[in-house]
Each structure stands twice: as C-alpha cells, then as structure tokens.
C-alpha cells in the first residue's frame, strides 16, 4: 500500500502561481509513475502531468509551458509548480503513484487538494 498527502493548494488570482507537493509513503519501491489529475466540478479527471522515477515527463496540452513537474526521489515527493494560473485550471488536484505500465486506476490516489483561481 502507498500513502499519498497532498499540500500546497489555495486561491491566487490570474496570473498566480501555486506549488503542489505530495509525499508518497508505504510500499515505495513499488512506485514508478508519479502524476498529477485534476478534476473540474461536473468534470471527469484527467491528467495534467506525469513523471517516471528516471524523469521523463508527460504533460496536458493545457498546461505545457505553465506547469513543471519535478519530483526528489530521495524524498519520495512529487511536485506541481504552477505559473500564469488562469481560472479554467481550478479544481481539485489529485496526486497518483504507480508502478511502470499500470493505469493510473492500478495506483494510489491522494486526498486531493482545491485550486482555486479568480478572474
């Protein structure tokens, strides 16, 4: 099993930036993939970016050039940095780990945390 927390959501105004962080903790080793969803009010979830333990990264259309990924594999955390927030990017964000070629579904699902962004 892997824990999940999440930190780092708020309001901030268009043109903001916010920094998510999520600590994995549990069964670690088992962790490949690490990501971030989000999901809008009325919305399905869907992936804004993602991270494999050796770096490579996958990101939404949406967000490519706002948004970095990082993550310390030392500190088992992954991380969102989000710049020029603009109010179509609030709603809740999940973190999720999982191992190599799993759907994120296969993984573990943080608690989620708002992203709130006012016009």
């Known amino acids: 099993q892997v824990q999940l927390v999440e930190s780092g959501g708020g309001l901030v105004q268009a043109g903001g930036s916010l920094r998510l962080s999520c600590a994995a903790s549990?069964?670690?080793?088992?962790?490949?993939?690490m990501g971030w969803y989000r999901q809008a009010p009325g919305k399905q979830r869907v992936l804004v970016a993602a991270?494999?333990?050796?770096?490579?990264?996958n990101y939404a259309d949406s967000v490519r050039g706002r948004f970095t990924i990082s993550r310390d594999n030392a500190k088992n955390t992954v991380y969102l940095q989000m710049n020029s927030l603009k109010p179509e990017d609030t709603a809740v964000y999940y973190c999720?780990?999982?191992?190599?070629?799993?759907?994120?579904?296969?993984?573990?699902w943080g608690q989620g945390t708002q992203v709130t962004v006012s016009s």
């Open positions: 999720n780990a999982r191992p190599a070629g799993a759907s994120p579904n296969f993984g573990s």
């Open positions: 549990g069964s670690i080793f088992s962790i490949n993939v």
């Open positions: 991270i494999t333990s050796g770096g490579s990264t």
